[in-house]
């Protein structure tokens, strides 16, 4: 016995207060990138610095 069979066949519980949460709002809850909103243009921005300053000490 695995320690689940008296639930393995239950239904699973649905709420009548709370209606399901769609996909698409699952998914922008759990995105994994939102922490990093603007880390694409910090990262533009570091390499244009750092090749201007390359090309100066040239």
């Known amino acids: 016995m ?3 069979e ?4 239950l239904p699973h519980p649905t709420s009548s207060r709370h209606p399901r949460m769609s ?3 699952r998914a922008a809850q759990f ?3 939102a922490a990093l909103t603007g880390y694409e243009e910090t990262i533009e921005q570091a390499a244009k ?3 201007k300053t390359w090309e100066n000490d040239k």
């Open 2 to 4: 695995n320690g689940y």
């Open 23 to 25: 996909r698409s709002a």
């Open 31 to 33: 995105s994994p990138f």
């Open 49 to 51: 610095l750092w090749e």
């Open 6 to 9: 008296d639930i393995i066949e």
